[in-house]
């Protein structure tokens, strides 16, 4: 059975507040009630109480301002239970002196004091009695005080209304108030469960409103971080289920590609051999092209974790040059400045890298990349320094960051793909496929480093660092 946390607070909550309001409230309107009764007897008393002790005769004038005082009836008799004074109608006088309890005191003879009033009923009415015996007169020997029940009645209404009113008010505000904050808290979980069921769903388009500062709170901010979380790691497992699929595809076309340019180039190499007479250039610019698409599919084979063959070490500088041979045909065709800029020959000389073959590799696609951002009649320069170690730059440690800085006068990466170009498959070009800056990052990640883009002085400059030390990496 489905018991929601609202009435799990509402409810004992509740009923406490109840219990405690009513046993309060009518605690109150009793003793209200209770000393209301006793103030109106000892004001009936204070006036009975001159006559208790009075030596003169009474008379019903007399008794007509003790009404007048004190809203009761009176009823005097003699001796011999003659009617001597009263305020009542004669036979109804008469009819109440007939009653048992009449003969009988409900006070102490002498003392002014009425006792405890007893209920009467004489014809159609009903009253209060009390009885007081009158010692001093020598005419009155009894007097009935008769408070008409209807009167006392009202007054105890007076006196237990207001109690029972505040109790009931005061029991009305708690629940209305306990009632809006439990339903606030139960609203407020209940939007946190739906958003995790939206979770469940792997819907991550709103975060949950974060109000209050309370324990709410505390959850609420708790389960956007875990939407986020979960969002990158839904999005992290689709990438690599992605990554993974079309990784296998394309080591099996990059195998079969790097077979067929094997066989072309070598059908080239024995043209040459053969035919000395021909246009050598035209076919060295054909092998240079043979040789950029060859080390293109070897870094598609790097990233496809293709480890069959050790990592060959090698120099920076002498990548670049080869770089920008495989490179300078298609800068000349599109009227397109290339410039690399290496440093002093002493640093040249610490720029050895571990695997020269990826690190060419990633090189090309950056520098390609800047190529063809760069357009016709645009320019690419390549900026190489060897800096000292002064902060982090990775898992790996060394004595020297050797960055390589590619600046072109292209257009820039697009704002909405700034924040995910080094993930795969992620590009702007229609004809690209996504995966040169990802190679290039996961290199500089192999070596300690970093890959970073940046948008400066209206150029488009990537920042590619990696430890180094003077031995190599």
């Not at 006036?47 to 030596?55: F, G, I, K, P």
């Not at 498959?425 to 290199?443: C, D, H, N, R, W």
């Amino acid at each position: 059975m489905h018991w929601p946390i609202r009435n799990q607070i509402l409810l004992p909550f509740a009923i406490v507040q109840t219990l405690a309001v009513a046993v309060l409230s009518v605690s109150a309107a009793w003793m209200a009630a209770d000393r209301a009764e006793r103030e109106a007897v000892g004001r009936l008393e204070r006036v009975v109480a001159t006559l208790s002790t009075a030596s003169f005769p009474v008379r019903v004038p007399i008794l007509q301002q003790m009404k007048g005082l004190s809203g009761a009836d009176y009823v005097a008799s003699g001796s011999l239970g003659r009617i001597t004074a009263t305020t009542l109608d004669e036979d109804i006088a008469t009819l109440i002196l007939s009653i048992p309890q009449a003969s009988t005191p409900t006070g102490v003879p002498g003392s002014g004091r009425l006792g405890r009033l007893q209920p009467i009923t004489a014809g159609d009415q009903a009253w209060l009695m009390g009885t007081v015996q009158i010692l001093q007169s020598p005419e009155l020997k009894q007097l009935l005080v008769l408070v008409p029940e209807q009167q006392w009645q009202s007054l105890r209404q007076e006196v237990i209304l207001p109690p029972l009113m505040i109790g009931a008010v005061t029991l009305l505000v708690m629940v209305s108030v306990s009632f809006w904050l439990a339903a606030r808290m139960g609203g407020r979980l209940k939007r946190m469960q739906q958003h995790v069921q939206q979770l469940a769903s792997l819907e991550f388009d709103q975060l949950l409103p974060v109000t209050g500062s309370d324990e709410l709170h505390e959850l609420a901010t708790s389960i956007n971080r875990m939407a986020q979380d979960l969002q990158n790691s839904t999005r992290q497992i689709r990438l690599s289920e992605r990554t993974s699929l079309v990784t296998q595809v394309a080591g099996g076309l990059a195998h079969q590609l790097r077979n067929s340019i094997t066989g072309a180039r070598m059908a080239v190499q024995l043209h040459l051999r053969r035919c000395r007479d021909t246009d050598r250039e035209s076919l060295n610019v054909a092998l240079r092209q043979l040789s950029l698409t060859e080390n293109q599919i070897r870094g598609l084979l790097r990233l496809t974790r293709d480890a069959q063959q050790p990592p060959v070490a090698g120099r920076l500088d002498q990548l670049l040059r080869t770089i920008e041979e495989l490179l300078h045909p298609q800068c000349q065709h599109s009227n397109i400045r290339l410039a690399v800029e290496l440093p002093s020959v002493q640093d040249c000389e610490r720029l050895e890298v571990a695997d020269s073959e990826q690190m060419q590799a990633s090189l090309l696609n950056l520098v390609q990349n800047a190529v063809e951002a760069a357009g016709p009649g645009g320019h690419v320069i390549v900026q190489v320094s060897v800096l000292p170690t002064t902060i982090p730059t990775g898992s790996l440690s060394g004595k020297f960051v050797i960055r390589v800085d590619v600046l072109d006068s292209g257009p820039g990466v697009s704002e909405e793909l700034r924040s995910r170009i080094f993930e795969p498959f992620v590009t702007g070009k229609p004809e690209g496929v996504g995966l040169g800056l990802t190679l290039a990052a996961q290199t500089a990640e192999d070596h300690g480093g970093s890959l970073a883009y940046e948008r400066i002085d209206g150029l488009t400059r990537f920042r590619f660092e990696i430890a180094s030390d003077s031995t190599g990496v």
